[in-house]
């Protein structure tokens, strides 16, 4: 039977570290090439920061919980965390409008479909939950 794991941390961006660490972890264990499991931990690591500064903004005090589990031949990632709905379909800010913003935002999503098999989202009472698939390559 596969063993799950599950990780919470506060809000805060100085835990990203460890979030990486526990999930290349955790790809070894389920058995993921080093490619497959730097892939995942990459977007673990987007999913969990976007979900610090888009669904926890000033709240520090909330936290992001990451449940993972060998399944399928590969490793499942879910990121939950309090926060307004979004939309996972929206595409990226323009480019033109990044240059005159000097902001760039939007492109989290891409990146996370580039990095992974499967990606999941649903919105219920108020949780966002991100499902991350990477499998064996």
């Known amino acids: 039977m596969p063993r ?5 941390i506060p809000g805060q961006t100085s835990e990203l570290a460890r979030v ?7 790809a070894r264990e389920a058995g993921l090439s080093e490619r497959a499991a730097r892939q995942i ?3 673990v690591d987007e999913a969990v920061a976007n979900a610090i500064e888009h669904g926890i903004g000033d709240r520090a005090a909330e936290t992001v919980t990451i449940q993972a589990r ?17 939309d996972p379909t929206a595409p990226p800010v323009p480019l033109a409008d ?12 891409h990146l996370l479909r580039a990095l992974v098999d499967e990606l999941g989202y649903t919105h219920s ?10 499998r064996k390559a």
């Open 125 to 134: 009472r108020g949780t966002n939950e991100v499902r991350l698939v990477k």
């Open 4 to 8: 799950a794991h599950t990780l919470r």
């Open 41 to 43: 931990r990459t977007a």
């Open 98 to 109: 990044v240059r005159k913003r000097r902001a760039v935002h939007g492109y989290g999503l």
């Open 70 to 86: 060998a399944e399928a031949g590969g490793l499942a990632v879910v990121v939950r965390h309090r926060g307004d709905r979004f």
């Open 20 to 26: 990486r660490r526990h999930v290349e972890s955790w």
